[in-house]
């Protein structure tokens, strides 16, 4: 079971608003709208993604990280890296 089980469709939720904001980002574009109405938009839906990242990986961490950390040995290690490798990816993008 992963961290995020319990709030599955809390997340499920949230990805199809994201969804419909991209979709609606293509409709922009095909509309020709002005390019600073588009960057706004875009600027919107990245928040949404990025606050949705930093909630699942708050739960990995709640969950798979210490549940990992609890057992101790290289499972742990492997999940501390793993967890800081996301980390990094997240605050590249």
Same mark, same amino acid.
């Given at each position: 079971?992963?961290?995020?089980?319990?709030? !599955?469709?809390?997340?499920?939720?949230?990805?199809?608003?994201?969804?419909?904001?991209?979709?609606?980002?293509?409709?922009?574009?095909?509309?020709?709208?002005?390019?600073?109405?588009?960057?706004?938009?875009?600027?919107?839906?990245?928040?949404?993604?990025?606050?949705?990242?930093?909630?699942?990986?708050?739960?990995?961490?709640?969950?798979?990280?210490?549940? !990992?950390?609890?057992?101790?040995?290289?499972? !742990?290690? !492997?999940?501390?890296?793993?967890?800081?490798?996301?980390?990094?990816?997240?605050?590249?993008?």
């Amino acid at each position: 079971m992963h961290g995020y089980s319990d709030t !599955a469709e809390e997340h499920l939720r949230r990805l199809r608003r994201i969804e419909g904001q991209i979709r609606g980002l293509q409709r922009m574009v095909e509309e020709d709208k002005y390019c600073i109405d588009i960057l706004t938009q875009v600027s919107a839906a990245t928040s949404a993604l990025r606050s949705f990242s930093l909630q699942l990986l708050e739960q990995h961490l709640a969950h798979c990280v210490a549940e !990992a950390t609890a057992k101790g040995g290289p499972e !742990a290690q !492997a999940k501390v890296k793993e967890a800081s490798d996301a980390i990094a990816r997240l605050v590249r993008s």
